[in-house]
């Protein structure tokens, strides 16, 4: 549901129309998948960070949030709202 929310308001309010503005479906499965890619980056970065510095979890949550939060942003800037 809160992705739903997020496609919709992203999507009228901050990128407007992208190359896939025309075919809303093959967008929504984009910005899924570049969900789905976030999760991921955010659970490397937390084990990375931890194997690397051996630091506590919340410092490495910390970092591994606002380091996807950059790479999901840029994805969906660069690949799912590009503009034409």
């Known amino acids: 549901m809160g992705l739903m929310v997020a496609y919709y308001l992203i999507s009228k309010y901050i990128f407007t129309n ?3 503005n025309n ?9 899924l998948f570049s969900g789905f890619v976030g999760v991921i980056i955010t659970f490397m970065s937390v084990e990375l960070y931890v194997m690397t510095f ?8 910390l970092f591994a949030t606002g380091f996807s939060f950059i790479i999901v942003f840029l994805f969906r800037k660069f690949i799912v709202f590009k503009t034409r």
């Open 18 to 20: 992208g190359w896939l």
């Open 23 to 31: 075919n809303k479906m093959k967008e929504y499965l984009l910005f």
């Open 54 to 61: 051996e630091d506590n979890l919340y410092t490495a949550k």
